[in-house]
Antibody, heavy 126, light 114 residues
Framework: QVQIVQSGAEVKKPGASVTVSCKAS????????MHWVRQAPGQRLEWMGW????????KYSQKFQGRVTITRDTSASTAYMELSSLRSEDTAVYYC???????????????????WGQGTMVTVSS | DIVMTQSPDSLAVSLGERATINCKSS????????????LAWYQQKPGQPPRLLIY???TRESGVPDRFSGSGSGTDFTLTISSLQAEDVAVYYC??????????FGQGTKLEIK
C-alpha cells in the first residue's frame, strides 16, 4: 500500500543542522510533489516547502528561505529536508506529505496532502 | 499571505449530535478558471499525523465516512460531522492550497464529547 516512512527522532544543539528523510513506497516518487510541514508543540501546522520529485524543482516558504533545503533521491524513492542554523524554536514534529495532484512534463498540479509520514520529532536543546 | 481562521477553537458535542466547524480565509481560494475551491480539511488525533478528510472544499477522500461533509465557497467554509462518534474526537484543521508559494492552515479546532 502507499506509505511514507520517516527517519527517527533527532536531538540537536543550537546552531547545528538536521536532515530528515522520508521513504516512499507503493507509488512512484517522481509522479508527485512532496511537501514538508512542521508542528511545534501546541501550534498549528506550518508549511515549509515542497519539491517536484520528478525534476527536483523546489519552492520554500519565505520564513525558512536560506535555512531549508529539500532534495530527493529518485533511486532510493526518498525525499530529504535539511534545516540549518537550528534554534530552540525549531523544536517540532516534522512531517513529509504527498501532494495528491500529479506531476507531469515538469509541472505539478497542486492539491491537498493525501499521504503523510508518521512524523519526526526534532528537539533543539543545549 | 492567506490567513486561515477557524471557529470555534474548541467544541463539545454529544454523541450522535451534529458538529460544525467553520473556516474563513483572508482572501478567496476559489480559482475562477476551474471553479474549484482550493480548500482541504484534516483530522489529527494525538500522536498521529493529519489525515485528509475533504479536498476541493467538498469532496470526501476515499475511506472517509459519509458523516463528514464539507461546504462553502470563496472565503467561508464549513466542516460538518452529521452524527458524532467517539472516534471523531480530534483536532480539525482547514488548509488552503490556492497559493502554491505558501500553503497555510487554520489554528485548529479541538472537538470533544460533551
Amino acid at each position: 500500500q502507499v506509505q511514507i516512512v520517516q527517519s527517527g527522532a533527532e536531538v540537536k544543539k543550537p546552531g547545528a543542522s538536521v536532515t530528515v528523510s522520508c521513504k516512499a513506497s507503493g507509488y512512484t516518487l517522481t509522479t508527485y510533489a512532496m511537501h514538508w510541514v512542521r508542528q511545534a508543540p501546541g501550534q498549528r501546522l506550518e508549511w515549509m516547502g515542497w519539491i517536484n520529485a520528478g525534476n527536483g524543482n523546489r519552492k520554500y516558504s519565505q520564513k525558512f528561505q536560506g535555512r531549508v533545503t529539500i532534495t530527493r533521491d529518485t533511486s532510493a524513492s526518498t525525499a530529504y529536508m535539511e534545516l540549518s542554523s537550528l534554534r530552540s524554536e525549531d523544536t517540532a514534529v516534522y512531517y513529509c506529505a504527498r501532494d495528491r495532484g500529479f506531476c507531469s512534463g515538469g509541472a505539478c498540479y497542486h492539491d491537498a496532502f493525501d499521504v503523510w509520514g508518521q512524523g519526526t520529532m526534532v528537539t533543539v536543546s543545549s | 499571505d492567506i490567513v486561515m481562521t477557524q471557529s470555534p477553537d474548541s467544541l463539545a458535542v454529544s454523541l450522535g449530535e451534529r458538529a460544525t466547524i467553520n473556516c474563513k480565509s483572508s482572501q478567496s481560494v476559489l480559482y475562477s478558471s476551474n471553479n474549484k475551491n482550493y480548500l482541504a480539511w484534516y483530522q489529527q488525533k494525538p500522536g498521529q499525523p493529519p489525515r485528509l478528510l475533504i479536498y476541493w472544499a467538498s469532496t470526501r477522500e476515499s475511506g472517509v465516512p459519509d458523516r463528514f461533509s464539507g461546504s462553502g465557497s470563496g472565503t467561508d467554509f464549513t466542516l460538518t460531522i452529521s452524527s458524532l462518534q467517539a472516534e471523531d474526537v480530534a483536532v480539525y484543521y482547514c488548509q488552503q492550497y490556492y497559493d502554491g508559494l505558501l500553503y497555510t492552515f487554520g489554528q485548529g479546532t479541538k472537538l470533544e464529547i460533551k
